[in-house]
């Protein structure tokens, strides 16, 4: 009986540290985003951070905007959603991103440094 007890623990451990939220990691040239949501992302309202080094170091005070965007497939118009994040401090910034319906969305994230140089990093999720 322990034994069953104990299986069925560690089962609910794992599933329950499976079931964590979004992470994912892009990079592009000397940029990295990390990024990450509590939850599992869905379709609707997504609340996702992203941390940006350049070189390793955390990228402050830079301008960040994200697109997702699902292009048009037979029987269904493109859609797409843009979405200004803020700065949260230490490279670290917030946006709310809009998934209108499950499926592979691509992601393009700007970012303009407080010296000008313009980046844009590519990514995808899967809702």
Same mark, same amino acid.
């Given at each position: 009986m322990k034994l069953l007890i104990t299986i069925l623990t560690i089962m609910l451990t794992l599933g329950l540290a499976n079931a964590s939220g979004f992470e994912k990691t892009a990079k592009f040239r000397t940029i990295?985003?990390?990024?990450?949501?509590?939850?599992?992302?869905?379709?609707? !309202?997504?609340?996702?951070?992203?941390? !940006?080094?350049?070189?390793?170091?955390?990228?402050?005070?830079?301008?960040?905007?994200?697109?997702?965007?699902? /292009?048009?497939? /037979?029987?269904? /118009? +493109?859609?797409? +959603?843009?979405?200004? +994040?803020?700065?949260?401090?230490?490279?670290?910034?917030? +946006?709310?991103l809009n998934f209108s319906m499950g499926g592979t969305w691509q992601m393009h994230i700007f970012i303009v440094t407080k010296e000008g140089k313009k980046y844009r990093v590519k990514s995808s999720v899967n809702i």
């Open positions: 990295t985003v990390e990024m990450s949501s509590e939850k599992p992302l869905t379709t609707g !309202i997504n609340k996702v951070t992203f941390e !940006i080094e350049q070189k390793s170091k955390a990228l402050k005070e830079a301008q960040v905007k994200v697109k997702v965007f699902m /292009p048009e497939m /037979p029987g269904m /118009p +493109a859609m797409n +959603a843009m979405a200004d +994040a803020k700065s949260l401090g230490a490279g670290k910034y917030e +946006a709310k």
